[in-house]
């Protein structure tokens, strides 16, 4: 009788042992695993964040919503985009990027002031570049970043449109 009490009691402390072992493996991979879709998850919401003000500025540029008295002047919305480009790199595509600074190195040229007909050519290749830009960036939201975020996360973000 008492044999039977020592196995009852020796395969109930085993059953204890295994299943806390089992519980802190498993909290471990579970815990391991949220940790790595939360971060994964903040770092794309950085991203969205960075291209949805990238994608707005763009596209004040790109239709001409620069007036000093509304949105400060040209060369403060260029250097707001700079910034914003700048300080967020690592973040944003190396495409992205690559385009970025095409069109700085074009509107510096604009800025300067050449002369007239110079620097229409300039504002037209600059044009063009912004609309490519903004495109680009449009694509990388619309069709990368906010689905991946939402099969992530479950929650809507808006596409651009």
């Known amino acids: 009788m008492d044999d039977i009490w020592a196995i009852i009691g020796l395969s109930s ?7 806390v072992i089992l519980g802190i493996v498993r909290d471990i991979f579970v815990e391991r695993y949220r940790f790595k879709k939360q971060s994964e998850a903040g770092f794309i ?9 990238l994608y707005f500025l763009l596209q004040r540029l790109k239709i001409g919503a620069i007036t000093p008295e509304l949105f400060g002047k040209l060369e403060d919305n260029i250097k707001e985009l700079n910034n914003l480009v ?3 790199a690592s973040l944003v595509e190396s495409k992205v990027l690559n385009k970025w600074v095409y069109c700085m190195a074009l509107a510096t040229v604009f800025l300067q002031g050449p002369e007239v007909k110079v ?5 037209e290749q600059t044009n063009e570049r912004i609309i490519q830009l903004a495109s680009i960036v449009k694509e990388i939201m619309n069709k990368n ?3 991946k975020y939402r099969k992530i996360v479950g929650e809507t973000v808006p596409t651009l449109d």
């Open 119 to 123: 620097r229409e050519e300039i504002r």
């Open 86 to 88: 700048k300080m967020n």
């Open 145 to 147: 970043l906010i689905p």
């Open 13 to 19: 402390l085993i059953a204890s042992v295994v299943t």
């Open 45 to 53: 919401q950085s991203q969205i964040k960075i291209y949805s003000q």
